[in-house]
């Protein structure tokens, strides 16, 4: 059970997003929107000025290109750069008294709390993996955690990426999966709707009615998922009368082989996965 009523950090301990993208931006505003934590106890590092002007103004937070004189007052550093950039960071973070009680959280693809702790092995590691829909408070996070990772540090994990949209706890054993299936999942929801779009387009819509019928309907269907618990087969029996336009639409489908075409996209990715981390050594 999350303890939601906990303090996120404690007296005079900061929390720092190094790497100030899209999703560290996300995670910042969530974070602060949230309350867990003011815009007074936030700093973000970015690789250019321009980018640190930009958010400092965009998030009313310190950002700076050198954050070394900021580590000692971390309490949390979220990792949200490249996989190619880690070592790099990591020599920052080696050389920039980084405390042994500090908790740093990692999202990049592919890279091991092994590999992790083999470059910084002073403080806790835990790896996360958020995908895109973070930008809309409708993300699918998950969290694990290396040694010293005490039940305590990964729910405070969790309660960062809850501020985004939903998030579990699994073991690493399973990270190059979920990356294949929910961080690079929103592509291929995408990929879905605009087939589905230009369906309706071919039938005698307009382009604008098409997309939102065929999002509206995919988001729908998901929060019937989600709030129903019943499995998706039994949804899909529901909507299909016997004799009727959507049994017929099903077996076009299936001939297409759309199930094994989906699998062998979401196996495609986990290798691909797999190889990035051993690239990132």
């Known amino acids: 059970m999350v303890n939601e009523g906990a303090p996120l950090l404690e007296s005079g301990r900061t929390l720092g997003v190094i790497g100030a993208g899209v999703m560290g931006q996300t995670l910042i505003r969530g974070i602060i929107d949230a309350g867990l934590v003011t815009p007074r106890q936030v700093w973000a590092a970015a690789r250019t000025q321009a980018r640190c002007d930009e958010v400092a103004e965009s998030l009313g937070i310190v950002t700076e290109r050198d954050y070394r004189p900021m580590l000692p007052n971390a309490g949390i550093i979220l990792v949200c750069v490249k996989p190619a950039q880690i070592a790099a960071v990591a020599e920052i973070l080696k050389g920039g008294s980084v405390r042994g009680d500090t908790l740093l959280i990692s999202i990049l693809g592919g890279v091991t709390i092994e590999r992790l702790e083999s470059l910084v092995n002073k403080s806790v590691w835990l790896r996360a993996m958020p995908n895109t829909p973070c930008l809309v408070r409708q993300g699918m996070t998950v969290v694990c955690g290396g040694q010293g ?15 985004v949209g939903d998030c579990m706890a699994a073991d690493e054993s399973y990270f190059n999966a979920v990356t294949a299936l929910s961080g690079s999942g929103p592509a291929y929801m995408y990929l879905v709707i605009e087939a589905l779009a230009d369906a309706g387009v071919r039938v005698g819509l307009r382009r604008d009615m098409a997309i939102r019928l065929a999002a509206q309907t995919m988001l729908g269907s998901a929060k019937m998922v989600l709030d129903t618990e019943r499995h998706p087969a039994a949804l899909r029996d529901d909507v299909t009368t016997p004799a009727g336009c959507t049994i017929g639409a099903l077996l076009m489908l299936e001939d297409g082989k759309i199930r094994s075409v989906l699998a062998r996209a979401v196996e495609e990715a986990t290798r691909i996965v797999e190889q990035l981390g051993k690239a990132a050594r």
């Not at 990772?149 to 501020?163: G, H, K, N, P, V």
């Open 149 to 163: 990772a005490t039940t305590e540090r990964l729910e405070i994990a969790q309660r960062i990426f809850s501020s």
